[in-house]
């Protein structure tokens, strides 16, 4: 940016007053000079954008329609100025899918923009992601106008003021801009929400279309600025004496590892030794512990691991770190059968009482985690029987790791679809999990048997290395969310593991790829069904419902009439495939590996599951046996 103080008030055009901040070195250094500290004039949308670039905001995805023209027009002006960017995208769902992985994986705030009615829907449809992994990320709708001089193009065509704030609110925190003196709320209110220092999520910003160009006045250096939170931690040292006194005394003790412990890697492998506990991933939190730690136990829940559901089955102590006890992480509620007592750290005031018996440290995990090693520290006469529960889990995670060798290394049998034998989905997802480990390339896992497989198959040894969006289970989350990769400062090569059906949901990414120099491959697994669904069909009622299809897709010909894409057969051995993903990762730009992939009564042909759910025919047995819980 040039350097300098602008001449002149602040200018009367979009344009100029783009160059003039340029001049002065960009907005904050504008307003720390002091040359915004009077009240200026300008059209609404342009003040949203002056005030997310307060926020630190400097990145937009947008699908323009004819309910966001004006916010068009000053993104228009200020890209021209080189104060922010802006990609555009073919498709709402996937636009709100690459917005949440930029700042999931890159750390990176950023807004989304659409139309109204359609766009908007859209993209709060795809936003449920960010929502559930707890994303935060401003979302910015067109909206019908203030007028009411009758129905409005795409609104929601129902005579009730508001609609779309009433909807939008339901998803999460919601504000509309329906007068132009309510920007400075509207800006700290999404603050909050965006960056909000233990539940991020989806800020809902509602824009009439009238309001957009109309003028608003305002004072740029009164908008709100992204709050900075200081790490929160329980008063006083009795609840974590209490706390350390419960690890010291029990003989089983298993941590819940939660999508909320994360960025505590050192502070959970700390506690575990301390305590002489195992510890249980999430399928969000692979790699917490490295994967080769005896005393990390891989994934346990409704499907799970042999080893990660022993120790949910046999612990008398549970500590659980920033884990919201989701349905299938938690077994529907019955997976702790034989814990007496909790301690759960978590900074959200309700998900740590989630459990009865709990002795609740609530607050920043890495600072109560320091703590309660400190005081863990102090306890002596640690109960004897630790040791016998560290030697039994260990040998359950052989099994389990002997289990997985087995059905990695069996013959490839014989598919009824592709009428020749193919590689198990086990298979073919550890040949390419072990390529990105030794290539360092993230794994994304689509929704379905895929992302089953998946976070059951992979061995991690740091958070970061595989995202798994199992919060909302989005299908087509993955392959959107290479984008991300583009739109980043830093973007790093990405592999998406996606099925057939999850891969159309969105397979518009191929174009929007090439379009944005996306350095990524979509790795697409054809078993010409939804797996995860049809498995657990014939699991509890023996039989298979429209879950799978009789069309014959080309998907290697329909990605090579894309300009610009490596279109590659993964082929049916380990040889071909590791060679394809080889070629794939050569290739400066996006690449799509197809794989044929078994689906049959073959047992090698999954991972198994160890848990149980609250879904189907299951319920009565699983309700019932909730009903004698303690915890």
Not at 196 to 205: A, E, N, R, S
Not at 483 to 498: E, W
Not at 505 to 533: S, Y
Request: glycine share 10%; with cysteine.
């Amino acid at each position: 940016m040039d350097r300098g103080t602008p001449q002149g008030p602040f200018p009367a055009t979009a344009e100029a007053r783009a160059a003039w901040l340029r001049q002065a070195g960009g907005l904050e250094r504008a307003i720390q000079a002091g040359l915004l500290s009077e009240p200026v004039t300008l059209p609404l949308a342009e003040a949203v954008l002056l005030g997310l670039m307060r926020q630190g905001i400097a990145k937009f995805l947008a699908v323009f329609g004819h309910g966001s023209t004006a916010m068009g027009e000053a993104l228009r002006a200020y890209e021209e100025a080189g104060l922010v960017r802006c990609w555009h995208f073919r498709n709402e769902v996937e636009m709100a899918h690459a917005g949440t992985a930029l700042r999931w994986i890159y750390g990176e705030p950023s807004a989304v923009l659409t139309s109204i009615g359609p766009g908007a829907l859209q993209a709060m449809a795809g936003s449920l992601a960010a929502a559930s992994n707890g994303v935060g990320i401003y979302h910015i709708y067109g909206d019908e106008t203030t007028h009411g001089e009758g129905y409005n193009m795409q609104q929601v065509p129902k005579p009730v003021q508001g609609l779309l704030g009433q909807i939008t609110a339901l998803m999460g925190q919601s504000y509309t801009l329906h007068s132009t003196g309510a920007l400075r709320d509207a800006l700290r209110r999404g603050a909050s929400v965006v960056f909000h220092p233990w539940k991020p999520g989806p800020f809902y910003l509602n824009m009439p279309i009238n309001v957009q160009p109309a003028d608003t006045t305002v004072r740029l250096d009164a908008l709100a600025v992204a709050p900075v939170h200081t790490p929160q931690v329980p008063a006083g040292k009795a609840s974590f004496m209490d706390a350390a006194t419960l690890i010291a005394g029990a003989a089983r003790v298993a941590i819940k590892a939660g999508g909320g412990s994360r960025g505590f890697s050192a502070q959970v492998r700390r506690l575990a030794e301390l305590a002489g506990a195992v510890v249980v991933e999430s399928p969000g939190s692979t790699g917490v512990l490295p994967d080769a730690h005896p005393q990390n136990m891989h994934v346990g829940g409704s499907k799970g691991s042999i080893s990660g559901n022993h120790a949910m089955e046999e612990a008398d102590l549970l500590v659980v770190i920033g884990s919201r006890a989701v349905c299938q992480s938690d077994c529907s509620g019955i997976g702790w059968p034989n814990v007496t007592h909790v301690i759960n750290i978590n900074a959200d005031p309700v998900d740590v009482q989630h459990y009865n018996r709990t002795t609740a440290l609530a607050g920043d995990a890495g600072a109560v985690l320091d703590l309660l090693c400190e005081a863990l520290a102090t306890q002596t006469g640690a109960h004897p029987g630790k040791a016998a529960w560290l030697a039994e889990c260990l040998e359950k995670k052989r099994q389990w790791q002997a289990f997985k060798q087995r059905q990695y290394a069996a013959a490839a049998p014989v598919d009824p679809v592709w009428q020749k034998p193919v590689l198990t989905q086990p298979q073919a997802i550890k040949i390419a999990a072990d390529f990105c480990k030794r290539t360092q390339a993230i794994k994304l896992f689509d929704a379905g048997d895929v992302q089953a497989n998946g976070f059951q198959i992979v061995e991690d040894d740091m958070p970061g290395e595989t995202y798994t969006e199992t919060g909302a289970s989005y299908m087509g989350f993955a392959v959107s969310a290479l984008l991300a990769g583009a739109i980043a400062d830093k973007g790093r090569y990405s592999v998406a593991f996606t099925g057939d059906g999850s891969f159309m949901m969105n397979p518009q990414v191929l174009i929007d790829a090439v379009e944005h120099g996306v350095h990524a491959t979509v790795l697409l697994f054809d078993n010409r069904r939804m797996a995860a669904i049809s498995s657990l069909q014939e699991a509890q009622y023996g039989r298979v419902y429209r879950t799978s299809d009789s069309v014959a897709v080309d998907y290697v010909a329909m990605a090579a009439s894309v300009s610009g894409i490596k279109a590659l057969f993964g082929g049916t051995s380990r040889e071909s495939l590791t060679q394809a993903l080889e070629q794939a990762r050569a290739h400066h730009g996006l690449s799509l590996i197809h794989v044929p992939v078994y689906y049959g009564d073959d047992p090698t042909g999954g991972m198994g599951v160890y848990g149980r759910w609250n879904v189907g025919n299951w319920c009565d047995d699983v309700q019932k046996i909730y009903e004698r819980t303690a915890i």
